[in-house]
């Protein structure tokens, strides 16, 4: 079975393996999208997991279906590398470690709309079908087809499809977060933290260079969502869905990849970024005096220092 199966003959249902699309049989197994040992060490088990359609779900539910190959041999392995990257804190990070970040949180938030495939809307109202159709399913058919790299080596030929920021914090609470519309992702291990942005050819990792300065402070919440913020509406900019064109060597398993377009953005807009900050804070109960856009068209930041200084003041007004 190549790389593509999947979405050419339809086989994403909970029959078929959600990576690689083998039909399952007696012996299929089930792939935790956040990992039992990351579950441990964060006491997620019992802890709920908020849907697309705003209804919950433990942790340890949140399972796809995968065949013994798939979860066994490359999973596994693309799981002791991750774990080995957040040991070192994620510091020096080469392209194949790059890679394995991208693959590791890529799954996660291909599989938990995966998921979604097989969960009713409304349990109440079972007739309004499941959270995600096979329909919507297909529009992350290029993030599934750049999860390959887990199965297939797989070349990306002058594009980079991702942008990381690493972040550190003050605590040592767990944290998610994502943003579907822009498909970017921020997880909080502790106190290390990631942002991620997908099929974005590192167009956001170039235009938010600043907040690369950042690296070795210890952030607290607040700050966390605003480089958070900046990331994800940086990443909603973007006018034009980039494509790809692919080709598979089946004699060498060998994936390459590369861009069939350019990336254009719209320009950057205070005041809706200030809703966009308001709404993230929002999320994490953050109780404000005023909003993040002034009258006076500035913007209120908590990236300051111990003086009031901004982190990033010759970047803002």
Known sequence: MDFYRPFLEKTYTWDNCFLC???????NTEEHIFPKWLQHKFELWDQKLILTNKSKIPYRNLTVPCCPQCNNNHLSKMETR???????????????DELTIFQ????????IRFKELSLLFDRKNPELGKILTPEEIESYSTLQLFLQSIRFKTIFDQVKPWSIFIFQSKDESFFYQNNLTSLSLMMKFGEITICIV?????????????LKELRNLKLNSPQLMEVTSYIFYSAL??????????????KEKILRVNPANRIHGR??????????????LDKIGMQRTE???????????????????????????
């Open 291 to 317: 909003d993040t856009y002034q009258e006076n068209g500035l913007l209120s930041t908590y990236l300051i220092d111990e003086n009031g200084k901004p982190y990033l003041g010759k970047y803002l007004k």
């Open 237 to 250: 900019l973007k006018e034009k869905i980039p494509s790809y064109f692919s080709t598979f060597n089946e």
């Open 267 to 280: 320009q950057w807009n205070d005041k809706e970024f200030g809703v966009f900050f308001d709404h993230m």
């Open 198 to 210: 997908f099929e974005d050819n590192n167009c956001v990792e170039q235009f938010m260079q600043p």
């Open 82 to 96: 991750f774990q080995k990257l957040i040991s070192s804190s994620f510091k020096n990070l080469s392209f194949d």
């Open 21 to 27: 699309g083998l039909r399952l049989g007696e012996k």
């Open 104 to 111: 590791w949180t890529g799954k996660i938030i291909y599989a």
